[in-house]
């Protein structure tokens, strides 16, 4: 075991000494003005050594940082020629370019003659690009500046299409449909026989529709955690704000189903009216939807409310 031991520790030192013996010899003829000849074991110990991958790796990264310093935004002498760029982008399918060359057009002032179509233009490339809110940001901007522009009632429409795109499925927050809702009412009573009313109309119905289930499904949650009383008022505000919905006649279905669970968990003392409540729905469903689908079950629900107002005392209250 010894001998291992000092067999281990004697190589380096040889190794080591022979180095320092280069280096003497170097330093010797440093002072008679020669050239070093250094031996290649002493040059390792002057330069480290460089893994081969790590070389690799930074000989990339120069050639990225040498690439990004070679970037940068571009610089256009003038309007026409940022807005001509930025419109051959466009017709390219580079959306993005598009944008960024249209916003430098811009740079050089909303007044000058190519304002109104690079305004116009951005907001296009905007909404080609699926950036939505941005896109119904700049038709409004359009909107408000160039209102003697003959373009302003398309791009109003377009503004409407572009928050449209924004409206999320139903079960999420709605801001930006009802953000849609108003524009198109604001564009209907403003170009009520423009070429666009009747899509801008068609698309209104879409939106609220959208809202009405939105109501719709709030009440049949409510109704399945059986918190009735919330129920039957989500299920009313479906007909209240949306009575031309294809939920409307449901939710009044909904509402009576209900309203009759609500009136079987009440207190004796309440039950009479509350089926009473009930009574009247189903007369407001089959005056509002004499050719509903939902008569056949609501005509069950009318014998439960009534054989439940009648226990609870309803034909007294009657006869007197």
């Not at 572009?162 to 009802?178: F, G, K, M």
């Not at 604001?186 to 119905?205: K, T």
């Not at 031309?244 to 009576?256: C, E, M, N, R, V």
């Amino acid at each position: 075991m010894r001998s291992n031991t000092s067999s281990r520790t004697s190589t380096p030192r040889r190794l080591f000494s022979h180095s320092a013996s280069a280096l003497e010899a170097a330093t010797a003829n440093l002072s008679g003005n020669k050239r070093p000849a250094i031996p290649f074991a002493a040059a390792s110990l002057l330069v480290p050594a460089v893994p081969l991958m790590s070389l690799r790796i930074g000989l990339l990264v120069l050639v990225l940082v040498a690439a990004g310093c070679g970037g940068g935004p571009r610089t256009f002498s003038s309007a026409q020629e940022a807005y001509d760029q930025g419109i051959a982008a466009y017709d390219r399918g580079r959306h993005d370019l598009a944008v960024e060359y249209l916003r430098a057009s811009l740079d050089f002032g909303r007044t000058s003659e190519l304002a109104d179509d690079a305004q116009l233009a951005l907001a296009r490339a905007y909404a080609a690009d699926r950036q939505y809110l941005l896109a119904g940001n700049e038709f409004t901007r359009f909107v408000e500046f160039y209102r003697t522009d003959p373009r302003i009632e398309q791009a109003a429409f377009e503004r409407i299409q572009a928050y449209a795109e924004l409206s999320p499925r139903y079960e999420l927050d709605q801001t930006d449909t009802r953000q849609a809702l108003n524009y198109i009412r604001i564009f209907l009573q403003q170009y009520p026989d423009g070429p666009n009313a009747v899509a801008a109309a068609e698309l209104a119905a879409e939106l609220r529709e959208k809202l009405a289930r939105k109501a719709f499904e709030g009440g049949r949650l409510y109704e399945r955690r059986e918190i009735y009383q919330a129920a039957v008022i989500a299920y009313r505000d479906v007909l209240e704000n949306f009575p031309a919905s294809i939920y409307a006649d449901d939710a009044l279905l909904g509402a009576l189903r209900s309203q009759i669970s609500y009136a079987q968990g009440s207190v004796q003392a309440r039950q009479q009216e509350r089926y009473r409540a009930a009574l009247d729905l189903y007369d407001e469903l089959t005056t509002l939807f004499p050719q509903s689908d939902t008569l056949e079950e609501a005509a069950d629900l009318y014998e439960v409310a009534f054989q439940g107002w009648r226990a609870s005392g309803g034909d007294d209250a009657a006869s007197n």
